[in-house]
């Protein structure tokens, strides 16, 4: 976080389970540098949080078990600082620096 | 936004919005509330009698570790005096299966419970990868499904115990009821809606005290009580999760959440219509289920045929099965159900509401016997799993000639 961009961009952690990892690179938790504003100048929020996660993050080439019609696939759960993410606002609520979002699938069975 | 607060201990931050009736719990109010309506369930449907040995079917997934777990958590507090069991299925599957089954022995030490397991290869001489070097991935979770609904019962045996529980939730049950519902299947609807299979006549009972527990929920518990359990598909059939019921209930949700626990109920409404009795079990709606019990019928474990398989899977595997004249008398019921459809008999369509026990359809299933090669409770000659086995020995002498 010593780096100059930390204007721009802003730290947060990013966790997958439930079987998601499997598209991030088989690991849990990631470190990331989120943009602080969408290409239109607007602060960063869920929405963009999730295409930037596909863009940049996933190392699986198959996107639809992530999302769906550009949303997040029906049956994964979206945590906001543990939160479920339909009492914060879902797709519209803004990044904080730190925090921490936690997408985990409810469709995989054992 | 602010954040809001607990709708119950008016406190603590919100963090949980359910979905069956939007109320906002904390944390701690959650999992209290989550594990009150399961002790709800198991009391109005008199699931259990005071001491009784119970097998809990593990696969070290979510649903059956929030059961186990849950389980333990309330015959110490309401005192069931149940003495609770971990039995999992080796179905033989490397890099599967025996990862998951590491799971299952860290719970069993994590809940304090004895685990037993049973494998395929030791009850039917075939390992799940066996079979599917032999038969290939098509049509594998067919013999995978018929073979874990009787390993349960046999390793259900072994132990002594009569009572298994499995972890299907209300999600599963409402998947089911709407597969049985778009296959015009009554009779089958109603047996997955019953929270109870297995009768008198049977010599194991099953039963889901999950079937009123939303997915997500169990999802959530597990989260937040930071409960260890393995999510990964089966390498057979990694994409099984995407079948149209599944897809279907999970969209629903997400516009109207409330439509998980409408489906079921409806199920359960429409099981009453159908077979003159009950499916819910629930005392305080003022009804006490018999339950038609036929062990063939409980709804499949991870999915298999019923309900997450597409249904150009489903279509194949019924041809593959035609064209296999050994195969030809052990067609599961429900590829049975879906040729005739698609014969597609009028005859068939202008059937008035069947009153009765779905005697219009379907192979004698009414009639409880036992295999006359395993002595396993069937309700056909030869039990499906001794078919299949059948077809698979043939498969294998050929192979070595």
Not at chain 2, 105 to 123: I, T
Request: glycine share 8%; aromatic share 6%; with cysteine.
């Amino acid at each position: 976080m010593a780096d100059t961009s930390e204007t721009t961009t802003i730290p947060i952690t990013v966790d997958f389970s439930g079987g998601l990892e499997m598209l991030f690179d088989s690991k849990r938790r990631h470190s990331i540098s989120l943009p602080a504003t969408d290409g239109s100048g607007k602060p960063a929020n869920i929405a963009f949080l999730i295409d930037h996660l596909c863009r940049n993050l996933m190392k699986d080439p198959r996107a639809e078990l992530f999302v769906l019609d550009n949303h997040i696939r029906p049956g994964i759960l979206v945590l906001i600082n543990d939160a479920d993410w339909e009492l914060e606002g879902e797709e519209a609520y803004e990044i904080q620096p730190r925090d921490n979002i936690l997408f985990v699938s409810t469709l995989h069975g054992g | 936004m602010a954040p809001a607060l607990c709708a119950n201990c008016k406190t603590e931050r919100a963090l949980i919005k359910r979905p069956k009736n939007h109320a906002k719990l904390c944390k701690a109010c959650f999992i209290t509330v989550f594990e009150d309506e399961v002790h709800h369930t198991i009391i109005s449907s008199q699931l259990f009698r005071l001491g009784e040995k119970v097998a809990i079917g593990a696969s070290g997934g979510k649903d059956s570790t929030v059961l186990a777990s849950v389980l333990k958590t309330l015959n110490e507090r309401h005192g069931y005096g149940l003495e609770l069991v971990l039995l999992s299925i080796d179905e033989g599957i490397k890099g599967y299966r025996d990862d998951s089954l590491e799971t299952v022995k860290r719970n069993a030490v994590q809940y304090d419970m004895p685990l037993k397991v049973v494998g395929y290869d030791e009850l039917y001489g075939w390992t799940m990868d066996q079979v599917v070097e032999t038969i290939g991935k098509k049509g594998n979770c067919t013999y995978c499904g018929v073979f874990r609904r009787q390993a349960l019962d046999r390793g259900a045996k072994m132990l002594g115990i009569k009572h298994v529980v499995t972890g299907h939730n209300a999600d599963d049950v409402a998947e089911t009821v709407l597969m049985n519902l778009l296959r015009g299947d009554l009779a089958r609807l109603s047996r997955s809606t019953s929270i109870v299979t297995g009768d008198s006549r049977s010599e194991v009972k099953r039963s889901k005290p999950l079937k009123y527990s939303y997915e997500k929920e169990i999802v959530l518990y597990a989260h937040h009580k930071r409960l260890d359990y393995f999510s990964t598909e089966c390498i057979y059939s990694p994409e099984a999760f995407r079948g149209s019921a599944r897809g279907l209930i999970k969209q629903l949700e997400r516009v109207r959440p409330t439509a998980i626990l409408d489906i079921v109920r409806s199920g359960e409404d429409m099981a009453r219509l159908v077979l003159g009795e009950s499916t819910s079990s629930c005392a305080c709606k003022g009804q006490k289920s018999a339950g038609l019990a036929f062990l063939e019928d409980d709804i499949g474990g991870c999915g298999s045929q019923n309900g997450r398989t597409p249904g150009g899977e489903m279509a194949a595997m019924d041809k593959q099965l035609r064209e296999n004249e050994a195969h030809e008398a052990l067609e599961v019921d429900i590829v049975k159900a879906m040729s005739e459809n698609k014969v597609g008999s009028e005859k068939e369509r202008e059937l008035p509401i069947r009153s009765s026990n779905g005697t219009s359809r379907g192979p004698a299933r009414q009639v409880l016997g036992n295999c006359k090669r395993c002595g396993y409770m069937s309700s056909q000659e030869i039990c499906q799993a001794c078919m299949l086995l059948e077809g698979l020995n043939k498969n294998r002498a050929q192979i070595q000639i």
